[in-house]
């Protein structure tokens, strides 16, 4: 990636800094889930975004 800041937290954000990523991150921390369990947590995320 290019021109990243030093700062970790920084970089972070910059990653997850779309409305899914957080979502995602949020259902899939308890461990691992299939795409379809991962859709329906999700609700109005479209299969194409998710995938």
Known sequence: MKNMPDCPVE???IL???KWSVLIIRDLIDGTKR???LKKSIGTISQKVLT
Do not use: K, R
């Open 11 to 13: 970089v972070t954000l």
């Open 35 to 37: 795409f379809g369990e």
């Open 16 to 18: 997850i800094s779309n």
